[in-house]
């Protein structure tokens, strides 16, 4: 069983930043993709950064340059830096890590920015 805890969210105004982090434990070999998905209300959840144990990332258009995601493998870790958010950007926010092959999600944290 693996277990990933998410931390941070919250509230932000409209270019401000916020910082996630995920941890995942329980019986773990090796995470072979860690990132963040996020799904706003009426939407469908949607991929906004991951990277490969390898260190290969993906984001999604809307976020490049404006996100940041870094993993630490050791420590199976996850961080998502949000800076210049925008109200579009509001969201619950969900950590994902895929063992193969398996996914496995963390309970979500909401993020909201306001103008």
């Known amino acids: 069983q693996v277990q990933l805890v998410e931390s941070g969210g919250g509230l932000a105004q409209a270019g401000g930043s916020l910082r996630l982090s995920c941890a995942a434990s329980?019986?773990?070999?090796?995470?072979?993709?860690m990132g963040w998905y996020r799904q706003a209300p009426g939407k469908q959840r949607e991929l906004v950064a991951a990277?490969?144990?390898?260190?290969?990332?993906n984001y999604a258009d809307s976020v490049k340059g404006r996100f940041t995601i870094s993993r630490d493998n050791a420590k199976n870790t996850v961080n998502l830096q949000m800076n210049n958010l925008k109200p579009e950007d509001t969201a619950v926010y969900s950590c994902?890590?895929?063992?193969?092959?398996?996914?496995?999600w963390g309970q979500g944290t909401q993020v909201t920015v306001s103008l």
């Open positions: 329980g019986r773990i070999s090796s995470i072979a993709v």
């Open positions: 990277k490969t144990i390898g260190g290969v990332t």
């Open positions: 994902n890590a895929f063992i193969p092959y398996v996914n496995y």
